[in-house]
């Protein structure tokens, strides 16, 4: 059982590129979540998905769009990558919101130069 | 503005020792407060977690401990391993909204 799996684990990017980050459950789960953790800020919700097609905006949304066709899959995409953008990407699912653990993927290591 | 409180940033104990790391809470609504580790180069799992109608849980060696009146809760770690070394998070959430996460405790358990 694979759990959340993500899609690459490293990438270095110029400014201005263009990315898509996969993630990928396989346990069923209707919410998704992306997060990008940066030392000493913690994990920072950036979109998260309630179910497949749907869509909504965490606490640092700006440079980052994402997409949810089929339940199973939750892109986030960088338009035009900036060095703010570099951090460690997390996506997490679980099977609704409140009292429900959120299962995360072992991250993407981003750099923008 | 942040919600959830952690503190402190980094920790380092001796093996054997009680390493305890806090947390305090600004919305009263909050009614789920879970714990993830997190170990170098992985995300953060669920540890344990707290609803606030009781004042403790245990789990192995791992308690939480709330105190609703203070809006504070900390977790305890006894007889700390080598192996517990990774980085902390509590947590906070209110029905299905998403989960407030503090800013994370460095633990560090010397051999």
């Known amino acids: 059982n694979a759990g959340v799996t993500q899609t690459p684990k490293f990438r270095v990017l110029k400014t201005g590129q263009s990315m898509t980050l996969l993630c990928a459950q396989d346990m069923n789960h209707e919410y998704m979540y992306w997060y990008r953790q940066d030392p000493g800020m913690g994990l920072r919700l950036i979109h998260y998905?309630?179910?497949?097609?749907?869509?909504a905006k965490g606490e640092v949304p700006d440079g980052y769009n994402v997409s949810r066709l089929k339940k199973q899959n939750f892109l986030l995409g960088l338009e035009s990558a900036a060095p703010s953008q570099t951090s460690v990407y997390f996506c997490?699912?679980?099977?609704?919101?409140?009292?429900?653990?959120?299962?995360f993927g072992d991250g993407t290591r981003l750099s923008i130069l | 503005q942040q919600q959830v409180k952690q503190s402190p940033q980094s920790l380092i104990v001796q093996k054997g020792g009680i390493p305890i790391i806090n947390c305090a809470y600004e919305?009263?609504?909050?009614?789920?407060f879970p714990w993830y580790q997190q170990f170098p180069g992985k995300g953060p799992a669920l540890l344990i977690a707290?609803?606030?109608?009781?004042s403790e849980k245990k789990e192995g060696r791992f308690t939480i401990s709330f105190n609703k009146s203070a809006k504070q809760f900390s977790l305890h770690i006894m007889d700390s391993q080598p192996g517990d070394s990774a980085t902390y998070f509590c947590a906070a959430s209110k029905g299905d909204d998403k989960i407030i996460f503090g800013k994370g405790t460095r633990l560090h358990i010397l051999p």
């Open positions: 997490a699912s679980s099977h609704a919101g409140n009292g429900q653990p959120q299962h």
């Open positions: 998905s309630v179910g497949e097609g749907t869509t």
């Open positions: 707290i609803r606030p109608d009781v």
């Open positions: 919305n009263t609504a909050f009614d789920y």
